[in-house]
């Protein structure tokens, strides 16, 4: 089974800190997305990578940065969390040239007061 | 482009009844589309998908959904749901570079 695991469940960061999300999946895939989720606005894609190093913006990617510097991990950075980042982050990764179906961990709910 | 409307953002049911949730696409490429489900407290699975062939799929939970090229639509049946069913559900298009568009979602609120 692909396993897609966050380093977090809940986080609480203050308005002005550096955010750290870390996603790491066990399958070898080469596509890996950040998607943000909040009630009646559903999923929103932040940031995608297709391969090491490699990054391309979504639809919400301000204020937000992201990192692969290996095939299995890809990380979301807050560079100055705000209050409007508060949301629930997930991860998602699909093996590249598969039928889409993409793999998701279970999310982290993150608070920023 | 991609877009997903999923005219409901909550359906409440009884428990045994039946249900559909509505889903409309537009899409500029080849049609690819998803249900997935989210339980509480937990990230998305697959329901079940429409690539190709039969316009009838069907999950192993007993729900179903219909592809309907003419009326841009995706819906969701299930013929009798139970308690376990209560979950949101998300229709998504699949767009270029395996990338995802989702609706924003349904409440399934299942009651006895």
């Known amino acids: 089974d692909v396993k897609v695991t966050q380093s977090s469940r809940y986080l609480v960061k203050r308005t002005g800190e550096k955010v750290f999300l870390e996603c790491v999946q066990d399958?070898?895939?080469?596509?890996m997305f950040w998607y943000r989720q909040d009630p009646g606005l559903g999923l929103r894609l932040i940031y995608f990578?297709?391969?090491?190093?490699?990054?391309e913006k979504g639809d919400i990617p301000e204020g937000y940065s992201v990192s692969r510097e290996k095939k299995e991990r890809f990380s979301l950075i807050l560079e100055s969390a705000s209050t409007n980042q508060t949301s629930m982050y997930l991860c998602?990764?699909?093996?590249?040239?598969?039928?889409?179906?993409?793999?998701f961990g279970p999310g982290t709910r993150l608070t920023v007061t | 482009a991609q877009s997903v409307t999923q005219l409901d953002s909550q359906v409440p049911v009884f428990e045994e009844a039946p249900v559909e949730l509505r889903c409309n696409y537009s899409?500029?490429?080849?049609?690819?589309l998803f249900w997935y489900v989210q339980y509480p407290n937990q990230g998305l699975q697959l329901l079940l998908k429409?690539?190709?062939?039969?316009?009838l799929v069907k999950s192993i939970n007993g729900f179903e959904a219909e592809f309907n090229k003419s009326q841009t639509s995706f819906h969701l049946r299930k013929p009798s749901v139970h308690i376990s069913d209560t979950a949101e559900y998300f229709c998504?298009?699949?767009?270029?570079?395996?990338?995802?568009?989702f609706g924003t979602g349904t409440r399934l609120q299942v009651t006895l």
């Open positions: 899409s500029s490429v080849s049609v690819y």
């Open positions: 399958m070898d895939h080469e596509n």
């Open positions: 998602a990764s699909i093996r590249a040239g598969s039928s889409y179906e993409q793999y």
């Open positions: 429409y690539l190709s062939g039969s316009t």
């Open positions: 998504a298009v699949a767009g270029t570079a395996s990338k995802l568009t």
């Open positions: 990578s297709y391969d090491v190093k490699m990054k």
